[in-house]
């Protein structure tokens, strides 16, 4: 593997997406609008989102041998992604996603890892040149917890910079806690985390466990840092046409990653990676609103 800035252990998804009017209640039967087949995966969407900002990335990943698989590799091709981390499994399909948008932009989530599960800590070996040479190396928990605590050991060990997006939401190792440099869960997440429904307590509660940096993706609410003795930061979200979040989050680190690679000092890199994730809600699927590096220079100079 030749030396990306960006190392990200990506789990992949084909997600199936369909729009109803409501969430679902147990036991009702809904008409969605439409069936799309699109590229996912937290892991895939925010190492997507890095590439298109111009950062060079290379992924980990675990993929079935099938048409999902052979999806990832041509999407991560054509968006200039490093592949040659990239493992095939035939006893397993590719990952996939079910996803329900509501009109409002939401959505909920069910994901069955598939390939994705079948990642382990010894795989980590044929990427471990790029891993150790990485600026940064950022995981989701879509990838067994044992490979990215590893990963993230190796990182550190190398002066890198690691960046857990932890979603979905699971116990993480007491191990795994003092080795994540970025944490950027969303709000439910942090209160799943933290066991604490206020954000700062939450931010501070997940600090106090060796935590570098808690940054909290808040929806309309825009996005907090919280670090260790030094003042929260809290930014406003832009104000845009939401079509849809899926994606929002991963966009988020993914641009989040890209900055903190090319060294760019914190309250930028919020800006920057705030930006990208309201872009992304302008259109549909967890792809179609990531920007590219101009677009989102545009954007930021429009939205002072
Ligand atoms: O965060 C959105 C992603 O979550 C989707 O792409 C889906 O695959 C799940 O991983």
Not at 36 to 52: F, I, M, T
Not at 65 to 76: I, T
Not at 171 to 194: F, H, I, K, R
């Amino acid at each position: 593997m030749s030396a990306a800035q960006v190392f990200c252990l990506a789990s992949w998804n084909v997600d199936w997406v369909t729009r109803i009017a409501s969430p679902l209640a147990p036991g009702q039967t809904l008409t969605g609008a439409g069936l799309q087949r699109l590229p996912g995966g937290k892991g895939s969407n925010a190492a997507v989102a890095c590439a298109r900002l111009g950062v060079s990335t290379a992924v980990l990943a675990g993929l079935g041998q099938d048409a999902g698989g052979d999806m990832a590799l041509a999407l991560w091709r054509e968006e200039g992604l490093d592949t040659q981390g990239v493992r095939r499994f035939p006893s397993e399909p590719s990952g996939t996603a079910l996803i329900l948008v509501y009109p409002s932009g939401d959505n909920s989530i069910v994901v069955i890892p598939g390939a994705n599960a079948c990642l382990k800590v010894e795989h980590l070996e044929a990427a471990s040149p790029a891993l150790r040479s990485a600026r940064v190396v950022m995981a989701s928990c879509e990838v067994p917890l044992a490979v990215t605590q590893a990963a993230f050991a190796l990182a550190r060990a190398h002066g890198g910079l690691t960046l857990l997006n932890p979603a979905p939401a699971l116990p993480l190792p007491e191990a795994l806690w003092p080795l994540v440099d970025v944490l950027t869960p969303n709000a439910g997440e942090l209160a799943q985390l933290s066991g604490q429904a206020d954000v700062t307590r939450g931010a501070a509660a997940l600090l106090a466990r060796g935590v570098g940096a808690v940054v909290v993706t808040l929806g309309e609410n825009g996005c907090a840092l919280f670090r260790r003795d030094q003042p929260a930061l809290f930014l406003p979200a832009h104000r845009v046409q939401v079509v849809d979040t899926v994606g929002a989050g991963d966009t988020f680190t993914g641009a989040l990653a890209a900055a903190l690679a090319q060294t760019t000092p914190w309250p930028k890199a919020l800006a920057q990676a705030n930006a990208a994730a309201a872009m992304a809600t302008q259109a549909r699927g967890a792809l179609d609103g990531m920007p590219t590096r101009e677009a989102l220079q545009d954007f930021l100079a429009q939205h002072r």
